[in-house]
């Protein structure tokens, strides 16, 4: 299931790129975008790791192109979530393909789906928010933002790296 997952995501993230691009009058990147699309499905049919990484920068640098050419940012947004989903499932069916023949992995892969859905939704949510509130901010403002949010996520992993030391 996870393979399916993870296939089915990225060729509509793929797809959704491809498909902005086409309507934005930019036929041959979306051209392009089928080629690469078709090489990253063949690599990962292949069981080839690097091709799900490979996959990613390149529909993220075709997305970045997309909001530099000021086509539609709501389809965009949905397809970097898409082929974020679908990187981290590749992967987690990469790590399933080393488990025992004889274990048990659905619950394994309903707590990633779980994790992996709430994550997507935070995410929607902030975009969706991102999208709909313009505020107006200093530039002081932001880069203390910044600090803070750097801060926060050292704080986070440092924490999710050690076990409980209560």
Known sequence: MTRNLAMLSNLVG??????????????WLALALFLVGGFWLY??????????????????????AGFLMALPPVPLFLAAFLSLAGWDLAGMDARLQLADPE???????????????FTLMVGVLLVGAALTLHLRLSFELISLLAILTAWGLGRLISRLLKPEQR
């Not at 793929?14 to 036929?27: P, S, Y």
């Not at 274990?103 to 859905?117: N, S, V, Y």
């Open 103 to 117: 274990e048990d992995t659905k619950p394994i892969q309903k707590h990633h789906f779980l994790r992996l859905g």
């Open 43 to 64: 690599a990962y049919l292949r069981r080839l790791n690097w091709g799900s990484l490979l996959g990613l920068f390149s529909l993220f640098g075709f997305i970045a």
């Open 14 to 27: 793929f797809g959704l790129t491809a498909l902005v691009f086409l309507l934005g009058g930019q036929g």
